[in-house]
């Protein structure tokens, strides 16, 4: 069997989890895939992965060989791309995979990409989900918070902050609160992906770190919604500042505890690690995290 296609099956099927995952980015049959493993197993005389029913996993010597593997592969890529026009000038398709209440940061610079760049496509997806962007064949992903897989790069383009509010409304109904755990006490909308869950983190005036435990009546992947159900005076929620700026600056939310600041946050470009990247995918990253610093106070207006 050809040797570089046998690494590059086993590099798969540790980078996707499984064979039929390698198989399926690999255009090849679940049996080929294991033929070449098999193959690389054979020649060293020595097991590179454990396979259960249910996932494979490197054993030592396969995960000395996979490091080794990883740097092949990636300075046979950095060869190929220098030899060619595509180090040079982004080409192909790009698949990004952004927050939906972000995109109106996200949408200009594709627009400017697409317009710079005429021999790209793009494929942009928006949700909420955690995607898995190996098996998925994602390029790039835009985040407002970490991912939970460290094995991804990450690169920070813009700091962001909630803000604690309600409506009048509800005010008028139950009061004002006074202390940060009368939280505890309240209704408190609340999003799926705020990193520490149920617990609200703040810092005092001090630069003292402060938090309280909330529930309440709803929890969700929209942000939308939940600014929603604060207008409306069914609750306290916790917001990104862009996106309730405007509501903020009509009176239509009232800020509460000014004197506490919610934690500043990340929005961040998330790639799978390679030695090298594409000409297409380091372009437009370069080109967002640009944007993103000239949108620095549009995307934190309470930093």
Not at 161 to 179: D, F, T
Not at 244 to 259: F, K, M, S, T, W
Not at 269 to 289: E, G, N, Q
């Amino acid at each position: 069997m050809d040797r570089l296609t046998s690494l590059t099956a086993f590099v798969r099927v540790v980078d996707s989890g499984g064979f039929s995952a390698a198989a399926r980015r690999l255009e090849m049959s679940t049996t080929m895939v294991s033929n070449h493993v098999q193959s690389l197993e054979d020649r060293l005389g020595a097991r590179l992965l454990q396979r259960t029913t249910r996932k494979v996993s490197l054993t030592e010597v396969g995960k000395a060989y996979y490091d080794r593997c990883v740097q092949i592969l990636a300075d046979i890529e950095q060869a190929d791309d220098i030899a060619g026009a595509q180090q040079l000038t982004p080409r192909g398709t790009l698949r990004i995979y952004c927050a939906t209440h972000i995109v109106q940061f996200v949408a200009p610079v594709v627009a400017e990409f697409l317009a710079r760049y005429p021999e790209v496509k793009v494929d942009l997806q928006m949700g909420e989900r955690t995607v898995d962007m190996i098996d998925e064949g994602y390029d790039v992903a835009i985040r407002m918070t970490q991912p939970p897989d460290s094995s991804l790069i990450v690169r920070s383009l813009a700091t962001w902050r909630q803000v604690l509010c309600c409506s009048h409304a509800y005010i008028e109904k139950y009061g004002r609160p006074q202390r940060l755990p009368d939280l505890s006490e309240r209704n408190c909308v609340r999003h799926v992906n705020y990193p520490w869950g149920d617990d609200w983190r703040f810092v005092d005036r001090k630069g003292a770190p402060a938090s309280v435990r909330v529930s309440g009546n709803l929890i969700s992947n929209s942000g939308e919604t939940l600014r929603t159900a604060a207008l409306h005076g069914h609750a306290i929620s916790l917001a990104a500042g862009f996106l309730v700026h405007d509501d903020l600056e009509a009176g239509h939310l009232v800020r509460l505890l000014p004197e506490y600041r919610p934690v500043e946050l990340s929005m961040n470009a998330v790639y799978p690690h390679r030695h090298h990247l594409s000409a297409k995918v380091r372009t437009f990253i370069d080109m967002l995290a640009h944007h993103s610093a000239e949108q620095q106070k549009l995307i934190n207006p309470y930093s």
